[in-house]
């Protein structure tokens, strides 16, 4: 019955293993040498230069740029996209009126989910377009059309290098809070809601209930959510290449500049495919770096229940 | 918000409890509880204000003139025309641009869930030397950003004849999600039975059959659930595209909105490119609410486990 068993598994694997090698694996291990390499533009010839490429990146002020708004997205991001998620996801499952001690949500809990939720269908590509339009810099743009009902002048958000890099990062926000409440949705579910019953009955204030009972028995999932979004917050390509002025030079004046537009542009824009590879090097140090220290801090007992 | 929806005292069932310490801190949780309700109807009203606002205001600009866009921010369209969503459609490329994303996608998702469950189901049941190494080349993919890659790949996929073609791009795709679907299935196919697969084998069914006819339906939700993801995913992926597709003619939808806007000749086709906006995202609206909970349960088992 076990006849044809190694047949199987090698006729199994081979296609993808053979498309998984080619297409990811043999460019991922090439990186590494394309990185000590002065390959410039589209001819064949690369040299290797051993270190220069990172010597170079070391003394490069875009870089350094880049890298700043990376890791300050890194830690304003998860601050307010997941502080923002939990809260709503509180208020939609567990701050609802009682009847009869059970807990439940506020009336139209499933309407503001499905309505938070919804950006986060959309590509990130179409986003920043469409927000581009809300930041418009005249009175047309909504954002700019509102200010003027209240007597505020137009301010040019994207275009100035005050606002640019928080117009950006607030449409991230907005973007992805919908994401968390789903996911916070789901880990309050699995909460059994005789604890809250309990709390409720020995009358802990709704405050306590969130810091004493929701945080801690979802806290695995917040932080799966941390490291998430802190990964995340090291792309955020799309929406700078979109948004920022000058057809995604990452401007005004690299003040909305990250390190994955940063090594688009330096590649394609600039032909220089080895120091923008010895970028994308630096990229995946720093995220593993990254997760690795988001994980040391967030580790904490789990509770069990 | 209160535990009980009458005070305890009016209920025959229930005589006042003796410590009265206890019940004036209940009175203290009732009081901050009925706030809280205010407050909270107001906090995740203002939030779906939010967000729904800038998608309205979208909407409702693609029916305008441009003379009428260009003159208030908060005016309603004169007439509703449909004008600029013809344009959009077949002078802007639109219509181009959602086929070529429909076939990318479909195929994309198509051989990433097929190549997918393969590989998965063989890690999952087949123990063979080897077996644990290919499934951690696999998923340390999941942890590499593809920015690493990026430079490589583009040369690899342009010798390969893979860049500005459609099929090429759903490959790579495919290539670039096996890691995600292999990692969650194979998970999936280990909660299978054995017994199941055994019967097939002692009924004559051969591997394949096996696979095919009795492994891949029982694996049906969790083949949803990645497919989800999946779906999600390669919809709204920007950088490969970008890089990969030069050719206007074989945009997907992301990447032409995002060069229409900052292409000079639809600058001024202001309602134009607000029909574009709507267009691209009428489908996943639609989509989304046809599907809501397979959806939202597909991202949260996807970004939970």
């Known amino acids: ?305 | 918000m209160s535990v009980h929806s009458q005070p305890r005292a009016l209920d025959p069932n229930h005589p006042v409890p003796a410590e009265p310490a206890r019940r004036s801190g209940r009175d203290q949780a009732d009081l901050g509880g009925r706030t809280l309700n205010v407050f909270s109807h107001a906090f995740l009203l203002t939030w779906a204000v939010l967000v729904i606002l800038p998608l309205l205001w979208t909407v409702l600009n693609s029916f305008k003139s441009d003379d009428e866009i260009l003159t208030s921010a908060w005016s309603l369209p004169g007439s509703f025309s449909l004008d600029s969503f013809v344009r959009a459609w077949t002078t802007a490329n639109i219509g181009q641009y959602f086929l070529n994303t429909a076939v990318v996608v479909s195929l994309g998702v198509f051989l990433t869930l097929g190549l997918g469950s393969l590989v998965a189901y063989v890690i999952a049941r087949y123990p063979f030397p080897g077996n644990r190494v290919i499934y951690f080349l696999f998923v340390a993919g999941l942890t590499f950003p593809v920015f690493l890659a990026i430079v490589p790949l583009f040369f690899v996929a342009r010798s390969l004849q893979l860049a500005n073609s459609l099929p090429g791009l759903a490959l790579i795709y495919t290539a670039y999600y096996l890691p995600f679907a292999v990692f969650f299935l194979t998970a999936y196919f280990r909660t299978l039975p054995d017994s199941i697969a055994d019967a097939a084998f002692i009924d004559g069914c051969g591997h394949w059959r096996t696979f095919f006819w009795v492994m891949l339906p029982m694996a049906r939700p969790g083949m949803i659930s990645v497919g989800i993801f999946v779906t999600i995913g390669q919809w709204n992926q920007f950088l490969l595209p970008l890089v990969l597709q030069t050719d206007p003619d074989k945009y997907v939808i992301a990447q032409g909105l995002a060069s229409l806007a900052v292409s000079q000749e639809y600058a001024s086709d202001w309602s134009g490119l607000f029909a574009g906006l709507t267009l691209s995202m009428i489908p996943v609206l639609v989509v989304y609410i046809v599907f809501q909970r397979q959806i939202e349960s597909g991202m949260v088992a996807g970004a939970v486990k």
């Open chain 1, 1 to 305: 019955m076990r006849q044809g068993r190694y047949r199987f598994i090698v006729g199994a694997l081979a296609g993808p293993i053979v498309l998984y090698a080619v297409l990811v694996l043999w460019p991922y291990l090439q990186s590494f040498y394309v990185s000590l390499t002065d390959w410039s533009g589209y001819t064949s010839e690369r040299r290797l230069i051993g270190l220069a490429n990172y010597e170079r990146l070391l003394k490069d002020p875009v870089f350094w740029i880049s890298l700043r708004h990376n890791l300050l997205a890194a830690v304003v991001l998860p601050v307010f996209s997941i502080g923002l998620g939990l809260f709503f996801a509180t208020m939609l499952n567990v701050a609802g009126r009682a009847k009869k001690a059970a807990v439940q949500g506020v009336r139209g809990a499933s309407f503001y989910r499905i309505v938070y939720f919804f950006p986060h269908l959309l590509s990130i590509a179409v986003i920043g377009v469409l927000w581009s339009f809300v930041y418009d810099p005249t009175g047309n743009g909504l954002l700019n059309g509102f200010l003027g009902l209240i007597g505020i002048d137009p301010v040019n958000w994207l275009g100035s290098t005050k606002t640019a890099y928080w117009a950006i990062l607030a449409v991230i926000v907005w973007v992805s809070v919908g994401f968390y409440v789903l996911v916070f949705t789901a880990a309050i579910g699995s909460i059994p809601p005789d604890m809250y019953e309990a709390a409720m009955l020995d009358g802990a204030s709704r405050w306590r209930i969130f810091w004493r009972i929701t945080v801690p028995l979802i806290w695995d999932t917040v932080q799966v959510a941390l490291v998430y979004a802190g990964i995340n917050a090291l792309d955020m390509f799309a929406i700078v290449n979109v948004m920022s002025a000058a057809g995604g030079s990452g401007g005004p004046n690299n003040s909305t500049q990250v390190l994955g537009n940063y090594i688009y542009l330096t590649a394609f824009e600039h032909g220089r495919f080895g120091y923008a590879t010895a970028l994308g090097v630096a990229l995946f140090v720093v995220t593993i770096f990254l997760a690795v220290i988001t994980l040391r801090f967030m580790r904490r007992d789990r509770v069990v229940y």
